[in-house]
Every structure is written in structure tokens, then in C-alpha cells.
């Protein structure tokens, strides 16, 4: 069974502060997506990685998916309180398989 | 372009009554699937569709749950002689299956029973 573990399951910084949330697993996914997700709303897509070693920037996002494609990070710099949310991921499996397998999430709190 | 949307947003409904929940995806997926989620936790996968193909389901949907898709576009979730249990955050999403099995959601149907 494919499980994705995420931590820290709960983070309150400061505004300005730096953070990185990881997304790790013991098997290998051929891709793995990052989401946020606000109270009450779906989780809202952030990115794709597909290729190992992978590293894509969002504004200040940075996302990295590990050489083996078993895990992945986020890193957000200068945290800002619009940043607050559910922060999900999710690998797709390499098995063939079309199911995808959700992380439990990071709940992120920026404290103005 | 329009993303996923789902109807109602909101549902209460008192325990052992019936409740049918919509999803229309982006209008060229030809995948959908359905989640639920509860508090402080990831969406759990429900089941999934190729077009009109229900190919996968998973042991959390009982046989309260059903979900049909009849012509690949959108889709309804019935939960019949709902319980407590039940309520939570039920999920839609879609893809194209491209490339990648990326995945769009809507709004998601908060469904309280009482």
C-alpha cells in the first residue's frame, strides 16, 4: 500500500519567517502535485513534478521532488498570512495504476 | 473556462433521510472521481470514472453509497439512510489524463447530518 507522510502536521511562524514542509514515501511516484486548501473550499492546485530532481518556483514556492521521486518539499520564503492553509500532497502511483494517494496535509498558520 | 463546480455547497439532512450530491468536471476530462474529507485530514479516495466507466471503488464507499456518471459528463454521489458518520466534506475532481493524472477540484458539499 502507498502511503505519503506529511510534516510537520502543524506550523504557526511569524510573518517573514521561512518554512519547508515535506512530503515523503517509501514508494515511487511517477508524479506528485502540491495543493492548498482553505476552510471550506477544495484543495486549489499549486504544481506538478514529474521528473526526479525536479525543482519548480511559484513566486516564492519553491518545490523539489527527491532524485528517487519518493519524496518532495516545499519550501515557502517570507511567509506572509495570505500563505495560511491546508497544504496537501499527492502522488500519482507508478504502478499503472490511475489512483491517486493524498497526504494528510500541513496546516500552516502566518501570524501577522 | 469553467472548473469543477459541485451542487449544492451545503447539505443538512437528518440521519436516515437521502441525500444526492452533483459534480459537472472541466468540460474535456474524461476522469472524475469523488473524495471525502474530514476534519484535519487528507481527502480519502471514493471512486473513480472513465468517462462513463465506473473503474475503481473503494472499501469506504458501502453499499449506502452509490455514484453514477451516465453519459461521461457529470456525475451524482447518493448516500441512502444517511448517518451521523456520514457527514464531512465530499470532494469532486477531474482530469484529462494527459501526460499526468493532475487533478482539479471543486468547491467540495459539506453534508451535516443531524
Known sequence: TQLLEQSPQFLSIQEGENLTVYCNSSSVFSSLQWYRQEPGEGPVLLVTVVTGGEVKKLKRLTFQFGDARKDSSLHITAAQPGDTGLYLCAGEGDTGGFKTIFGAGTRLFVKA | ?114
Open chain 2, 1 to 114: 473556462d469553467t472548473g469543477v463546480s459541485q451542487n449544492p455547497r451545503h447539505k443538512i439532512t437528518k440521519r436516515g433521510q437521502n441525500v444526492t450530491f452533483r459534480c459537472d468536471p472541466i468540460s474535456e476530462h474524461n476522469r472524475l472521481y469523488w473524495y471525502r474529507q474530514t476534519l484535519g485530514q487528507g481527502p480519502e479516495f471514493l471512486t473513480y470514472f472513465q468517462n462513463e466507466a465506473q473503474l475503481e471503488k473503494s472499501r469506504l464507499l458501502s453499499d449506502r453509497f452509490s455514484a453514477e456518471r451516465p453519459k461521461g459528463s457529470f456525475s451524482t454521489l447518493e448516500i441512502q439512510r444517511t448517518e451521523q458518520g456520514d457527514s464531512a466534506m465530499y470532494l469532486c475532481a477531474s482530469s484529462s489524463g494527459v501526460n499526468t493524472d493532475t487533478q482539479y477540484f471543486g468547491p467540495g458539499t459539506r453534508l451535516t447530518v443531524l
